[in-house]
């Protein structure tokens, strides 16, 4: 094992290590996936149609609709929901042109 290798295993490691202590967002074990699917990609703007089509079978409308659907009963901060707000902003319409 080289020491890049040796880093990643370690950064593996750790990650692994908060994943297990870490406080659940959601009681909902699904809607806790969803919650922290959608944290993990706010710095980019929000996840992309296909990541959330590959790990949720979903479109974006319907990803967003449920994710606002279970942030009530979450117990998500008030900053993690101003920051989830600003990449799945939940005022989009579903359908027709907007206006």
Not at 40 to 56: K, N, Q, R, S
């Amino acid at each position: 094992m080289n020491s890049r290798e040796y880093r990643q295993w370690r950064q593996r490691r750790r990650a692994a290590w908060i994943e297990a202590n870490r406080r659940l967002n959601h009681p909902d074990t699904e809607a806790e996936r969803l919650i922290e699917f959608a944290i993990m990609w706010t710095p980019f703007g929000g996840a992309t149609e296909e990541e959330i089509l590959v790990h949720f079978g979903m479109t974006t409308c319907r990803f967003i609709e449920r994710l606002w659907q279970v942030i009530p009963e979450s117990n998500c901060t008030r900053d993690e929901i101003r920051i989830l707000a600003s990449a799945y902003p939940h005022h989009r319409r579903t359908g027709g042109p907007s206006g």
